[in-house]
């Protein structure tokens, strides 16, 4: 089920979602959950949406992540980033950084072994957004929401 066709419609209808400029968070997939279809089944796929409640082991089909999520360009989700850097870093310090670089839908996703707690940042041209929290579950949007705990979504700096 990897049809251009559907990419592109997909990311046409993300397009159409545009919330810039209107001050009204992004709410786009985050009501997704198990055994919905919500579009896509690719890294493209549901941004803004907690991607663990799918991709946690629970669904045979959608491969457990240790960490996913989505990169807007502010709290609101006004437009997804593509290029951005995701980097977790446990909090001892002892292992080596995991770094994403954001899908065209602003998605990322990762398989790598976290030791919890972690932190995050998300970086765009060397410059730097840190999460000062540290945190043990790897789906950030589950946080990173328009209702969240974080007061909005993941964004770059
Ligand atoms: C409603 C459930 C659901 C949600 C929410 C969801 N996914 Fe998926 N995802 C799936 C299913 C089902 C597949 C298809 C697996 C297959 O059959 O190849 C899939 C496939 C994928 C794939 C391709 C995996 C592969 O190896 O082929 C990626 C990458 C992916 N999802 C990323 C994400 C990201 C990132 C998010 C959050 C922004 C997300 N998904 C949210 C259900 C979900
Ligand atoms: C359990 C909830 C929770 C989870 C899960 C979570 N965060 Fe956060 N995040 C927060 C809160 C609360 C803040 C604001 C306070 C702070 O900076 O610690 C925050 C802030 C941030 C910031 C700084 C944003 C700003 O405007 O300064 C970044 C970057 C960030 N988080 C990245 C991530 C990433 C990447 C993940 C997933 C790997 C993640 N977070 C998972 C709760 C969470």
């Given at each position: 089920m990897r049809h251009l066709g559907l990419v592109l419609a997909f990311l046409v209808a993300c397009n159409g979602s545009?919330?810039?400029?209107?001050?009204?968070?992004?709410?786009?997939?985050?009501?997704c959950g198990l055994g919905?279809?919500?579009?896509?089944?690719?890294?493209?796929?549901?941004?803004?949406?907690?991607?663990?409640?799918?991709?946690?082991?629970?669904?045979?089909?959608a491969p457990a992540w240790t960490i996913a999520g989505t990169v807007f360009d502010d709290l609101n989700g006004s437009n997804a980033v593509s290029g951005a850097t995701v980097r977790i870093t446990d909090t001892d310090g002892a292992g080596t950084p995991i770094e994403m670089t954001t899908s065209a839908a602003g998605n990322f996703t990762s398989t790598a072994a976290i030791v919890a707690p972690y932190t995050a940042e998300i970086e765009v041209d060397g410059v730097v957004v840190a999460m000062a929290a540290h945190q043990?579950?790897?789906?950030?949007?589950?946080?990173?929401?328009?209702?969240?705990s974080a007061g909005g979504k993941l964004h770059t700096p």
């Amino acid at each position: 089920m990897r049809h251009l066709g559907l990419v592109l419609a997909f990311l046409v209808a993300c397009n159409g979602s545009d919330t810039s400029g209107n001050g009204e968070c992004n709410t786009d997939n985050e009501e997704c959950g198990l055994g919905q279809n919500c579009g896509g089944e690719d890294i493209n796929m549901a941004p803004g949406s907690d991607c663990m409640a799918c991709h946690d082991g629970s669904d045979n089909e959608a491969p457990a992540w240790t960490i996913a999520g989505t990169v807007f360009d502010d709290l609101n989700g006004s437009n997804a980033v593509s290029g951005a850097t995701v980097r977790i870093t446990d909090t001892d310090g002892a292992g080596t950084p995991i770094e994403m670089t954001t899908s065209a839908a602003g998605n990322f996703t990762s398989t790598a072994a976290i030791v919890a707690p972690y932190t995050a940042e998300i970086e765009v041209d060397g410059v730097v957004v840190a999460m000062a929290a540290h945190q043990t579950d790897g789906s950030c949007n589950s946080c990173h929401a328009c209702g969240g705990s974080a007061g909005g979504k993941l964004h770059t700096p």
